[in-house]
């Protein structure tokens, strides 16, 4: 409630453009802003690391990528909206195929690269 306020009241009733503008608003951080920016405006300020992703990343031994997107900097091989689109997937891909505690690895199209010692397979 608090943000939305914030976004009538500062912002004219538009979200804000810009992750600094983002910032301000009440309980919002880098996550939310870059999830705002990248997905509602196509903005690419960097990339969103949810814990499905750090699961995922972490599994499929990709955890120096995350911790390298933790720290808020770009790959430079690859674009930011190449790189928010990758962690989308994987962040659907956390929800509903590869659980933390009962992963549904027989439908899991990434189970031979995956190096999870809880697997179910």
């Given at each position: 409630?608090g ?37 509602a ?20 031994d ?13 790959d ?9 689109s ?36």
């Open positions: 409630m943000a939305s306020k914030a976004i009538l009241e500062k912002f004219g009733g538009q979200v804000p453009r810009t992750m600094e503008e983002i910032l301000t608003l009440p309980g919002v951080a880098r996550k939310t802003g870059n999830v705002v920016l990248g997905t405006y196509g903005i690419a300020s960097g990339v969103v690391v949810d814990t499905h992703v750090l699961r995922l990343s972490n599994r499929l990709l955890s120096r990528m995350a911790i390298r997107k933790r720290s808020n900097r770009i430079e091989d690859h674009s930011a909206e190449q790189m928010d990758v962690f989308h997937q994987l962040i659907w891909h956390g929800r509903r195929i590869c659980h933390a505690r009962k992963p549904k690895c027989l439908e899991c199209n990434m189970e031979s690269l995956c190096y999870a010692k809880d697997k179910t397979v």
